[in-house]
């Protein structure tokens, strides 16, 4: 069966850097788009960052983690990452990972969920 584990959420200061991982297993990786998703504290669950299956220069961003977050991955790891630098206590959230055809910044666009793990950012 399809799995996808996120891993390397923690706790940091403001101004601070996290590398999240997420590796996929179960299904062709490299035929997926990957997305990283995120849900804060009484807030839904938001686009964060998307990369295509070819990866490259195919990414796209949510304005507020523009300049900031960096998303990559490799493909043969079967792996995502995403780089999170200059972190502030707004990127405080759970972070899932997920897998998808057809990719993009929208929820509906992914059919595997990781369980996600917790950012923390203190000020």
């Known amino acids: 069966q399809v799995q996808v584990v996120e891993s390397g959420g923690g706790m940091v200061q403001a101004g601070g850097s996290l590398r999240l991982s997420c590796a996929a297993s179960?299904?062709?990786?490299?035929?997926?788009?990957m997305g990283w998703f995120r849900q804060g504290p009484g807030k839904e669950r938001e686009f964060v960052a998307a990369i295509s299956w070819s990866g490259g220069d195919r990414v796209d961003y949510a304005e507020s983690v523009k300049g900031r977050f960096t998303i990559s991955r490799d493909n043969a790891k079967n792996t995502v990452y995403l780089q999170m630098n200059r972190l502030e206590p707004e990127d405080t959230a759970v972070y899932y990972c997920?897998?998808?055809?057809?990719?993009?910044?929208?929820?509906?666009?992914?059919?595997?969920w990781g369980q996600g793990t917790q950012v923390t950012v203190s000020s």
């Open positions: 997920a897998a998808g055809f057809v990719g993009g910044n929208g929820r509906n666009q992914y059919d595997y």
């Open positions: 179960g299904l062709t990786f490299r035929s997926y788009a």
